[in-house]
């Protein structure tokens, strides 16, 4: 896969297939993961007397792998659950159909096909660990959300559900063994904390889910904004939305937002779950089997980011963004006794 970089035909194009009363504007590069890119569209000269509520600030989100047949319908499904959830009273950014009503777009370069899609702006600065209300805001962010008991169609992906297996792993090890010259520090992480790696994916229950909503199910500090001047905070980020059992979602929150530095926030993670009984949440984080949909993401990213570390088809600034994600997950990723531990906040 090469970079894309907008040429001057891009803002034109955006402008057209959005049907954005603007007559110019620029792209700025804002974010770059593993998954895509962010670019900031600011529009000038504007065409109408209003423009509109979306604003001459808005966020094109690439996407670096492309979009799959049923992509459109994903993003369907996801801003009418937008739509819902800012009916709930939570902030949010929200896509933007193009003028044909889709919101999977594709602009055709002289290196391929890009995938774009077109969302609301949120300006800010991510949610910080010191910053008050914090632990309340997972609580009745997830609360609400839930509280919605929006529908869910299908089951989760087997990326949201199953574990890479014992097999898989061991492969893996062989892989990295052959070439750990070119990845040292991964290679060295990885066989220091394998079998527990395995161990944790012996605990997620695979079987199909019979509570399942709709939901964020990303609700991570990263995509928590907190705007300077008001002090709101804005939910973005919504592309991973889709089906998640209630306690699944909240369990894996806890980990993420309530668990530094190998010490979990016991006190802290029972401020979340009082917050969140009083948005009307009812997941319960009541055994390891509630623990999932983190345990499945975290080993599935893990295994993935190892093998586009070492695969040459990758640009070299993606294969070391890889590393460095598998490098952090491979540390970040709770041991049992902490799982334990967030039950026992939990549910005290």
Same mark, same amino acid.
């Given at each position: 896969?090469?970079?894309?970089?907008?040429?001057?035909?891009?803002?034109?194009?955006?402008?057209?297939?959005?049907?954005?009363?603007?007559?110019?504007?620029?792209?700025?590069?804002?974010?770059?993961?593993?998954? &895509?890119?962010?670019?900031?569209?600011?529009?000038?000269?504007?065409?109408?007397?209003?423009?509109?509520?979306?604003?001459?600030?808005?966020? +094109?989100?690439?996407?670096?792998?492309?979009?799959?047949?049923?992509?459109?319908?994903?993003?369907?499904?996801?801003?009418?659950?937008?739509?819902?959830?800012?009916?709930?009273?939570?902030?949010?950014?929200?896509?933007?159909?193009?003028?044909?009503? &889709?919101?999977?777009?594709?602009?055709?370069?002289?290196?391929?096909?890009?995938?774009?899609?077109?969302?609301?702006?949120?300006?800010?600065?991510?949610?910080?660990?010191?910053?008050?209300?914090?632990?309340? *805001?997972?609580?009745?962010?997830?609360?609400?959300?839930?509280?919605?008991?929006?529908?869910?169609?299908?089951?989760?992906?087997?990326?949201?559900?199953?574990?890479?297996?014992?097999?898989?792993?061991?492969?893996?090890?062989?892989?990295?063994?052959?070439?750990?010259?070119? +990845?040292?520090?991964?290679?060295?992480?990885?066989?220091?904390?394998?079998?527990?790696?395995?161990?944790?994916?012996?605990?997620?229950?695979?079987?199909?889910?019979?509570?399942?909503?709709?939901?964020?199910?990303?609700?991570?500090?990263?995509?928590?904004?907190?705007?300077?001047?008001?002090?709101?905070?804005?939910?973005?980020?919504?592309?991973?939305?889709?089906?998640?059992?209630?306690?699944?979602?909240?369990?894996?929150?806890?980990?993420?937002?309530?668990?530094?530095?190998?010490?979990?926030?016991?006190?802290?993670?029972?401020?979340?779950?009082?917050?969140?009984?009083?948005?009307?949440? *009812?997941?319960?984080?009541?055994?390891?089997?509630?623990?999932?949909?983190?345990?499945?993401?975290?080993?599935? *990213?893990?295994?993935?980011?190892?093998?586009?570390?070492?695969?040459?088809?990758?640009?070299?600034?993606?294969?070391?963004?890889?590393?460095?994600?598998?490098?952090?997950?491979?540390?970040?990723?709770?041991?049992?006794?902490?799982?334990?531990? +967030? +039950?026992?906040?939990?549910?005290?």
């Amino acid at each position: 896969m090469e970079a894309w970089s907008p040429t001057a035909d891009t803002v034109p194009f955006l402008i057209e297939r959005f049907a954005l009363p603007y007559a110019t504007g620029s792209l700025t590069s804002v974010a770059r993961g593993s998954m &895509g890119q962010v670019w900031r569209l600011d529009l000038a000269e504007p065409r109408v007397r209003d423009p509109g509520v979306a604003g001459d600030r808005l966020m +094109i989100k690439q996407f670096f792998w492309g979009a799959d047949g049923d992509a459109e319908h994903r993003a369907q499904a996801e801003a009418e659950f937008c739509q819902a959830a800012a009916a709930s009273g939570l902030i949010l950014t929200v896509g933007i159909p193009a003028a044909d009503g &889709g919101y999977v777009q594709r602009l055709a370069t002289h290196t391929g096909e890009v995938v774009l899609r077109l969302n609301t702006w949120a300006g800010g600065c991510q949610l910080r660990r010191e910053d008050p209300g914090r632990a309340e *805001y997972l609580g009745s962010t997830l609360g609400t959300l839930h509280a919605l008991r929006y529908p869910a169609e299908s089951q989760p992906d087997p990326y949201f559900t199953t574990p890479p297996s014992d097999d898989s792993w061991n492969a893996l090890l062989v892989r990295v063994g052959q070439e750990d010259r070119r +990845i040292p520090n991964l290679a060295r992480l990885l066989n220091e904390r394998i079998a527990e790696l395995v161990a944790l994916g012996h605990l997620v229950d695979t079987a199909p889910q019979t509570d399942l909503i709709f939901s964020h199910r990303d609700v991570q500090p990263a995509n928590v904004l907190r705007d300077g001047a008001s002090g709101a905070l804005t939910l973005i980020d919504w592309d991973e939305a889709g089906p998640v059992s209630p306690s699944r979602e909240l369990a894996s929150q806890l980990c993420v937002w309530h668990v530094h530095d190998a010490v979990v926030q016991h006190d802290v993670i029972r401020r979340t779950v009082r917050a969140y009984r009083d948005a009307g949440g *009812y997941g319960a984080v009541d055994s390891l089997a509630t623990f999932s949909l983190r345990l499945a993401n975290d080993l599935n *990213y893990i295994h993935d980011e190892v093998l586009a570390a070492l695969d040459d088809d990758l640009p070299e600034d993606l294969r070391k963004h890889a590393e460095r994600e598998a490098e952090h997950f491979i540390a970040a990723t709770p041991t049992r006794i902490m799982l334990e531990a +967030i +039950i026992d906040a939990a549910t005290s």
